[in-house]
T-cell receptor, first 112, second 117 residues
């Protein structure tokens, strides 16, 4: 079945470091891909998305490119801040039903 | 963005009792809501899809008689864990789908921590 795999955390970085969180997927057809962020004590929020191959989603300095040839959707940010500390979830969705399949989440901790 | 609330945020109950969790879309109407379960350090697992005015669609392996879902209005869905047992202890998260013209996005509630003693 369809699935999403993320790199394991926790990831600990210093402020202003470069961030990459790897995400790969297995799916038939042409899924849409998402990154969600969960700040402590809050619900998941959509960070960015891409709906077709080679699309780049971007928001708040984060970006990810839909790579069909490598079935990947890696999240990157050039310079992280302490406020970026959160859990990041990669997810896919297919069809019109709206069902999301999530990766296991990657905890990011940014130290000043 | 749109806001989804859950109540209660945490609940402790005795084994054998039933617990109801509410999910509300506060500023939009949601014809579809989703219920997820999240174990510590693990992913969100979709339990069921709830459509307003119709029966919920459960994912494989989820007991529909144990996890009762009701979506009685466009802003409220409830999940009732019946005859709860310690293995039902988990973090339950709902989301509501907003399908305004030009947008199709899920908004998530903050979750409910259930502990069954």
């Amino acid at each position: 079945g369809d699935s999403v795999t993320q790199m394991e955390g926790p990831v600990t970085l210093s402020e202003e470091a470069f961030l990459t969180i790897n995400c790969t997927y297995t799916a038939t057809g042409y899924p849409s891909l998402f990154w969600y962020v969960q700040y402590p004590g809050e619900g998941l929020q959509l960070l960015l998305k891409a709906t077709k191959a080679d699309d780049k989603g971007s928001n708040k300095g984060f970006e990810a490119t839909y790579r069909k040839e490598t079935t990947s959707f890696h999240l990157e940010k050039g310079s992280v801040q302490v406020s970026d500390s959160a859990v990041y979830f990669c997810a896919l969705s297919k069809g019109k039903g709206g069902k999301l399949i999530f990766g296991q989440g990657t905890e990011l901790s940014v130290k000043p | 963005g749109a806001v989804v609330s859950q109540h209660p945020s945490w609940v402790i109950c005795k084994s054998g009792t039933s617990v109801k969790i509410e999910c509300r879309s506060l500023d939009f109407q949601a014809t579809t809501m989703f219920w997820y379960r999240q174990f510590p350090k693990q992913s969100l697992m979709l339990m069921a899809t709830s459509n307003e005015g119709s029966k919920a669609t459960y994912e494989q392996g989820v007991e529909k008689d144990k996890f009762l879902i009701n979506h009685a209005s466009l802003t409220l869905s409830t999940l009732t864990v019946t005859s709860a047992h310690p293995e039902d202890s988990s973090f339950y998260i709902c989301s509501a789908r907003d399908r305004l013209a030009g947008r199709d996005e899920q908004f998530f509630g903050p979750g409910t921590r259930l502990t069954v003693l």
